[in-house]
């Protein structure tokens, strides 16, 4: 089983950046693929981006396709979120999960491993 921990949430102005990171422990992720989640209040989780186990497939929703990218450091055993132009309507806890068997990457039931969450507030 592989631990998640997010980090780099924060409150950020609309139009800036942010940077989240997923650290993994326990298995190298070099396995697994990665997708990054979000949940705002009174919404149910919804799919931000994933990648793929060798980083060569990257999957976004269509909300944040072009502002947000994701990359992947096997070495370092940790996963990326670039966000960028950030909007309000982008304020949410984001995770970050890891699947090692999964293939359908938008869909959270795919997703056998899970962080705590990380904070993003986006002010107007």
């Known amino acids: 089983q592989v631990q998640l921990v997010e980090s780099g949430g924060g409150l950020v102005q609309a139009g800036g950046s942010l940077k989240l990171s997923c650290a993994a422990s326990g298995p190298t992720i070099s396995s697994y693929a990665m997708g990054w989640f979000r949940q705002a209040p009174g919404k149910e989780r919804e799919f931000v981006g994933a990648i793929s186990y060798s980083g060569e497939g990257r999957y976004y929703a269509d909300s944040v396709q072009g502002r947000f990218r994701i990359f992947r450091d096997n070495a370092k055993n940790t996963v990326y979120l670039q966000m960028n132009s950030l909007k309000p309507e982008d304020t949410a806890v984001y995770y970050c999960?890891?699947?090692?068997?999964?293939?359908?990457?938008?869909?959270?039931?795919?997703?056998?491993?899970w962080g705590q969450g990380t904070q993003v507030t986006v002010s107007s």
């Open positions: 999960a890891a699947t090692l068997w999964g293939s359908n990457y938008i869909r959270d039931l795919e997703y056998d491993n």
